[in-house]
């Protein structure tokens, strides 16, 4: 047992708690919070897997910008309605099952193919830092990095089309 | 070091708990943010496989992946507050318009 598998059953715990709370919690101020842990205890995480620079990535645009705008629009419609009446019966039942099914699954698929001796590597400064991620993301991967830019041009643009009012409305 | 086995557990798990909220929810938004759980599952996978196996390729797919969760959020939520502008609800049970 070591200080590297205390930390990982800390984070793995502290991060299925949040999701449970996710899932169970009825108002949903409350699921953005937890929301909120889940992606802090993953970010850490990647920092133990030697990946600091995408761990900051997590913190500042999931746990920071995306959340914030989940909490904004929550604030905007008016948080908590719990109108959580069911209108088909056998819904929530067959979702479990079959979600049990798929996480047996890939357990069962996990504990078959992958033996327990591979371990994870010490994480190396030199191979995860800033610059040589840059240097992969400017040349290797240049062309995806350019339609990333086109999808969130697309994005900015349809959320102002989506959310303008129509033309009679805002003659009124 | 640990087994290379725990964390793509964990990520098997999270991903499996954002499919139940997904399903379970009626509130678009906590839906959404089941999608996000998704997400965070698979872009654990990335970066425990780019530790496995010393390769950097993972850390920019999940640079790529971040970018279209952070669109796909912007573009949802504002169809979202459109929805709700029309029907005062975000529960997803209300939306019956296509029904026959």
């Given amino acids: 047992m070591t200080i590297n598998m205390l930390i990982f059953l800390f984070l793995a715990v502290v991060a299925i708690a949040a999701a449970v709370g996710l899932i169970l919690s009825r108002n949903p101020v409350y699921s953005a919070l937890y929301l909120i842990v889940n992606f802090l205890a993953v970010g850490v995480f990647y920092l133990v897997l030697g990946a600091p620079f995408i761990a900051l990535a997590q913190i500042t645009v999931y746990a920071g910008a995306i959340m914030v705008l989940f909490l904004f629009v929550i604030m905007l419609l008016g948080a908590a309605k719990p109108n959580e009446i069911e209108t088909l019966k056998w819904q929530r039942p067959l979702a479990i099952v079959l979600t049990a099914a798929i996480l047996l699954e890939g357990l069962y698929a996990l504990i078959t193919r992958i033996s327990i001796t591979v371990t994870t590597t010490t994480p190396d400064a030199a191979l995860a830092d800033p610059k040589t991620l840059a240097q992969l993301l400017y040349y290797k991967y240049s062309l995806p990095f350019e339609i990333t830019s086109l999808i969130l041009l697309i994005a900015a643009i349809g959320a102002v089309v989506l959310t303008k009012k129509p033309a009679k409305e805002e003659a009124k | ?100």
């Fill in chain 2, 1 to 100: 070091m640990i087994p290379v086995a725990f964390p793509i557990g964990l990520a098997i798990i999270l991903f499996c708990m954002g499919i139940v909220g997904f399903i379970v929810r009626k509130n678009a938004i906590v839906i959404f943010m089941s999608l996000e759980l998704m997400f965070n599952a698979a872009n654990l996978l990335f970066i425990t496989f780019a530790n496995q196996f010393q390769q950097v390729d993972g850390h920019v797919f999940v640079i790529f992946v971040m970018v279209t969760a952070a669109a796909e959020v912007a573009v949802g939520l504002a169809m979202i507050v459109t929805i709700f502008r029309g029907k005062h609800s975000v529960d997803i049970d209300q939306l019956t318009n296509l029904k026959g």
